[in-house]
């Protein structure tokens, strides 16, 4: 399984982005796919989690509210709605896929990974 992400950029405190992750080489339906930050000199982190099946989804505390995780079954895109953004939102996103579907909050428990996508945020 392929990920690609996008739709990283430049945004002021307060505005909005969507990011894209597009899966394909494989069949996901059965997956769950998972949004990640990694901000320099700081440890990646979870933000997101969906189900393919059944559209759950398992969100950070910290972006609880703001993001908002959603599907769409007939591109095998997942995107990542992202409200109110803070610049300590600023890092690199990236999507990852676990086959077994967990809504899980541990890199450990993602067998595929895309490359990252920047998202800087301004004061």
């Known amino acids: 399984v392929q990920l690609q992400a996008s739709g990283g950029g430049l945004v002021q405190a307060g505005g909005s982005l969507r990011l894209s992750c597009a899966a394909s080489?494989?069949?996901?339906?059965?997956?769950?796919m998972g949004w990640f930050r990694q901000a320099p000199g700081k440890e990646r982190e979870f933000v997101a989690a969906?189900?393919?099946?059944?559209?759950?989804?398992y969100y950070a505390d910290s972006v609880k509210g703001r993001f908002t995780i959603s599907r769409d079954n007939a591109k095998n895109t997942v995107y990542l709605q992202m409200n109110s953004l803070k610049p300590e939102d600023s890092a690199v996103y990236s999507c990852?896929?676990?086959?077994?579907?967990?809504?899980?909050?541990?890199?450990?428990?993602?067998?595929?990974w895309g490359q990252g996508t920047q998202v800087t945020v301004s004061s």
């Open positions: 080489g494989g069949a996901v339906s059965n997956y769950a």
């Open positions: 990852a896929a676990d086959r077994f579907g967990r809504l899980g909050a541990s890199t450990s428990g993602y067998d595929y």
């Open positions: 969906i189900r393919w099946n059944n559209g759950g989804t």
